[in-house]
């Protein structure tokens, strides 16, 4: 696809991207450290004094005081703004005060010299939210991001939309007019993706990407290589929280309780008996591709006969397939969000009517096909172990930011973790969103903490040393 040639998206022309991404701090966050270290009076006029109160300030911040320690910085400073970037600890949670409201002070900072009346910028975060993909899962990833568009604060942050078609192909669109259509289409035959340009500086990214490319630490192993902050778990914690066969053999090895189950590929088709499967199993067996979610390819199986094409179903979709012992209980999700230290939220449980599974069709387009009971009507001693279940397995898949655990309770009271979705979906039927809002976190606070956490840990890997010495 040539540069620069025009494609049709919603029955608007738009022009795909070309060049490589460079990250760039917006000017707001390369001004947050100077008010971090106290470049400030009162009145706003700038200081030259020497930075010891930063510690306190430090300290006064980790107490939950977050004014005491704004009143702190306001007499200490640093002379080289650049040199107050070194000081990451403090400005994350400066930043974090600032966008959950916990601290309403107005900033100003001079960006003249010392005769001039100061300025006060207005500058949000860029934050580009990352839609479609190369996924069977594309249409949820659009429905998904139109949900953060609509709910993430405005006030504080400068939303830009970028979608990939099924082909590859990156746009950028400003507004929801790139949501319109269910697929992204572009006119032409070239499978050759493109990537963002030069000029469009983003502050953190928000994928929304659903899927294979999408989740499994493919974006994000591009994300890290052009260093900019993402939302949601690294590379390695999204490529085990996609792949579910990997996935179960660690949560099995930590001790966690799964369900049981086999993996295939279509080289064992033709040697598959399934009658030994179902002798080590039993019925029904649920078949899956191993990454995939959103219910995508998934059968329910309720004899030997229908395997084979359950099996032949799935391959659609992965080049392994999970086959899964069913299990009777009540069928329970837990949403966790954080970094080193996460926290969960409620329980909830899903209801299929009708004796249905939790299928691609219930979850998102019939919604009546199941009911959602947030919080869940269990027993307050159950709701407590499945969270901790929850943050065990978040910990041990090597998750950051956010996921959802999925689980089921038995009549026993016994928990079995049955996946992990490390981009969970935002629509407005998902659970994820729906946990949180019942765990007192609305739907616009929760994507300030994703994005702030993205900054939190995008600034504690930046402090990594790249060069080696031995001494």
């Known amino acids: 696809m040539a540069a620069g040639q025009s494609v049709v998206i919603a029955g608007q022309t738009a022009t795909p991207l070309d060049g490589h991404h460079r990250f760039r701090r917006s000017k707001w966050l390369l001004h947050l450290p100077a008010l971090a270290v106290g470049l400030l009076h009162r009145d706003g006029r700038p200081q030259r004094k020497h930075p010891d109160r930063t510690e306190t300030a430090n300290a006064l911040l980790a107490a939950e005081q977050p004014e005491q320690a704004v009143d702190e910085l306001h007499h200490g400073v640093f002379t080289s703004l650049q040199k107050n970037m070194t000081n990451g600890v403090l400005v994350n949670r400066l930043l974090y005060y600032i966008s959950t409201q916990k601290i309403n002070f107005s900033i100003y900072l001079d960006t003249m010299n010392d005769n001039q009346e100061p300025k006060s910028p207005q500058t949000k975060l860029r934050v580009g939210i990352l839609c479609g993909g190369k996924s069977a899962e594309h249409e949820i990833s659009l429905q998904s991001a139109k949900n953060v568009l609509q709910a993430i604060d405005k006030q504080r942050f400068e939303p830009v939309l970028i979608g990939i078609d099924k082909q590859g192909i990156w746009h950028i669109n400003h507004n929801e007019d790139l949501l319109d259509e269910a697929v992204l289409t572009s ?22 990407l659903h899927g294979p490319l999408g989740e499994d630490g493919a974006t ?7 260093n900019i902050p993402y939302v949601g778990s690294g590379v390695l914690g999204s490529a085990i929280g996609m792949d579910k066969d990997v996935m179960k053999r660690l949560l099995r090895d930590a001790d966690i309780a799964i369900t049981d189950f086999e993996v295939v590929t279509a080289a064992d088709l033709d040697s598959l008996q399934a009658d030994d499967v179902v002798k080590k199993l039993g019925l029904p067996l649920f078949v899956k591709p191993a990454n995939m979610g959103s219910s995508v390819g998934v059968s329910k199986v309720d004899s030997a006969d229908a ?24 069928e329970i999700e837990c949403a966790v969000l954080g970094n080193t230290n996460p926290r969960a939220s409620v329980i909830g449980r899903i ?17 009546d096909g199941a009911a959602l009971e947030i919080p869940a009507n269990i027993p307050q001693e159950l709701a407590e172990r499945a969270q901790a279940t929850a943050l065990h397995t978040f910990k041990v898949l090597a998750c950051e930011g956010m996921a959802r655990v999925d689980m089921f309770a038995r009549q026993d009271g016994t928990i079995l973790v049955n996946e992990v979705n490390t981009i969970p979906g935002f629509t407005k039927i998902s659970m994820y969103p729906k946990l949180w809002e019942a765990s007192s976190l609305s739907y616009t606070e929760l994507i300030t903490q ?18 080696y010495q031995q001494t």
């Not at 004796?355 to 979850?363: A, E, M, P, Q, R």
């Not at 994703?450 to 060069?467: M, S, V």
């Open 187 to 208: 006119q032409t035959n070239d499978t050759r993706g493109t990537l963002l340009p030069n000029d469009q500086a983003l502050d953190v990214i928000f994928p929304v």
């Open 220 to 226: 994000q192993g591009y994300l890290e290589l052009i």
């Open 307 to 330: 395997l084979k094409t359950a099996i032949q179903e799935a391959l659609h979709f992965d080049l392994k397939v999970l086959i899964e012992k069913a299990v009777v209980g009540d």
């Open 450 to 467: 994703l994005i702030t956490l993205a900054l939190e840990r995008f600034e504690a890997r930046q402090k990594l040393q790249t060069n």
């Open 351 to 367: 209801i299929p009517k009708q004796g249905n599974f939790y299928s691609y069709k219930v979850k998102y387009i019939d919604e």
